[in-house]
């Protein structure tokens, strides 16, 4: 029932938040957001900001005292805090209890492992003897190495080579795991929604690259250029990971496709995520509004494609921190079917996302021609 006077808790106020807020805009929603910057991206566009850190317990409680649903966009907060409001009554979607096997990376694959879900061959450690020792147990010259808690835009990812950790040349100081390294992958993105009475829908799925040095997307796109046998397997394996949490909410499932056509589950996110910016213009129902359909307990929307899309990443370059300007605006919005979404972040930082554009066009070639011009146009300029 349209108007409805339920309001909307986020924990975090970045980008996702921002961009969850404004696709609640059409319905009159009242967001309130829980961030300790009061500049952040978020907060020009929320009903209300409260300032604190995602671990503070109080601050926590105080956001869910004023809220009927609490959502985040962000796994780093605090979910014990979490889990008491769920057992007292708040509704948490994405429950708590996700979110706790989510922010361990090897709590992820154990639950990958015992759910039958497909992913890449692992060890947890916890010091650097243990990963001697089981080194024997990787193929190849190199192992992925992943720290179990913090990783975030690309960080907390290393691939590192066996003999480097055998002799001692990598240190590492926290637990983390190792997976198999497999070659010449081609990395893809399901995103699955999940509503509150157990139905579940699929967006079509998304190719992407990444910055081999920085490890964040660069360019994405959708529909992919799978064949339809492997397109089937990836959104198959997707959803049966997100059934096996048995909980609503809206989730990223990354993948690898590796040389010989297997599909591996890499990470799941349980939020909006970077692979499914694309959505806001090529989708009937954009994974934020999705997300916003689900924590109000409305229908899930159509996740088809309008027209084939793709998504640039702006992010900050290595040369300045500052203040900046993107350049060649004027022809960039001239051209039909270019968006851009900036991120209301005023200093620009290498490597720190700042925006991103959307490309729609009639076909896939089309589109990526469209990408070409795009990316030679765009620059970031200090003043």
Known sequence: MLPTKK???????GQLGKMLIEASRPWNINNTILEADLNCPAALVADKV?????????KIREIASEVDVLTYEIEHVNTDVLLALEAEGLEIIPSPRILQIIQDKGLQKQFFEKNSIPS????????NDEFVACMHHFTGEKVVLKFRTGGYDGKGVLIVKKEDLIQGKVIIDQPCLIEQYHENIVEYAVIVARGKDGESVSFPSIEMYFNPITNLVEFLFSPTRMDEKLDQECRKIAMAAIEAFNGPGLFAVELFVDQGGEVLVNEIAPRPHNSGHHTIEGCYTSQFEQLNRILL????GSTQLIQPAAMLNLVGPENFTGEYVLTNTEDLLAMEGVYIHLYNKNVIKPNRKMGHITILAETLDEVFLKAEKVRKWLTFKSV
Do not use: C, E, H
């Not at 309001?7 to 106020?13: A, D, P, T, V």
């Not at 409260?50 to 109080?58: E, H, K, Q």
């Not at 307990?297 to 899930?300: E, H, M, Q, S, T």
């Open 297 to 300: 307990g409305f229908p899930l």
């Open 120 to 127: 890449a061959q692992f060890k947890l450690v916890a010091k």
């Open 50 to 58: 409260i300032l604190g850190n995602l671990y503070d317990a109080d």
């Open 7 to 13: 309001r909307i808790g986020i924990l975090g106020g």
